[in-house]
């Protein structure tokens, strides 16, 4: 593979995981959007439902932008030319501070939008 194709890669798989971000911070203005309009008058079944359904996307996306970053980090590689000949497969982890700044990222959003689904459930009566 050349610098010029190995460089292409890298653009398309960018551009991917720019488009899967716009996809996930999308999902997570619907999942808050229905628990701001209408978290109160769900039964406990639809608010279950709901928050499965928010959960497995939600790590569905996750993983999904994880395999993104772990192939913009190989041909990143690629193209500095650390890696010489055929391509390897993809390597085990991008660096560790960028997946657990990620990872972080994405628990807290994940944990912020059900505790904004629980407090409009449960208001606080002060």
């Known amino acids: 593979m050349t610098e010029y194709e190995a460089a ?14 716009a996809i996930f911070f999308t999902a997570l203005s619907a999942y808050l959007a229905v628990a701001y309009t209408v978290g109160r008058q769900l039964t406990r079944y639809q608010v279950i439902f709901v928050n499965m359904v928010f959960l497995l996307m939600f790590l569905n996306m ?10 913009a ?17 993809i390597p085990n982890v991008p660096e ?24 409009v459930r449960h208001p606080n009566k002060e």
């Open 73 to 89: 980090t190989h041909y990143v590689q690629v193209v500095e030319g650390t890696r010489a000949g055929e391509l390897d497969p």
């Open 8 to 21: 292409e890669v890298l653009n398309g798989v960018v551009a991917n995981s720019l488009s899967a971000q």
């Open 62 to 71: 996750t993983v999904n932008q994880y395999g993104l970053f772990q192939g």
């Open 96 to 119: 560790s501070a960028n997946v657990a700044m990620f990872l972080v990222i994405r628990l807290l959003l994940l944990l912020g939008a059900l505790t904004f689904m629980w407090s």
